[in-house]
């Protein structure tokens, strides 16, 4: 049997979670922009996944992952409160957030930090979220 990946599956999960969201689509021009990389000619305000790291948190026989993520906002030029908005947004719908995750149940997610951040060399705004969540092997 192959095993889906639990870093896929967390993914899915939270684009399912944040697409649902009305608000959120509507501070990102009118549908969630959150991707892998950046999108080629996209304006912001728009979100990617930063750096993701998992590891082995298995208990009593359970097969658990425990995930450290980021997703980072990226802000409309002059507007650092663009970014800082989706991204209050973001850690309002996924903090404690209960997802439905394809082979895989999620235990645990919850908002570390949230920074703003400027670009030195561009002077280009961003917020960035980190999160932290633990996934269980479905049976």
Known sequence: MTRSSPLLA???????HLAADPPLAALMG????????PPRGAAPVYA??????????????????RHAFALTVFAKPGSA??????????????????????????VLLRLKSLAGLRDERSGEARATLSFEAVTEVAA
């Open 30 to 37: 009118g549908r969630l922009q959150l991707y892998d990389e």
């Open 10 to 16: 967390l993914r899915a999960g939270l684009l399912a």
């Open 81 to 106: 409160r663009s970014a800082l908005e989706v991204a209050e947004r973001i850690a309002a719908r996924l903090d404690e957030a209960d997802l439905t995750l394809s082979g895989h149940a999620l």
């Open 48 to 65: 990617l996944f930063g750096p993701s790291e998992i590891s082995d948190d298995s208990v009593d026989g359970a097969r658990r992952h």
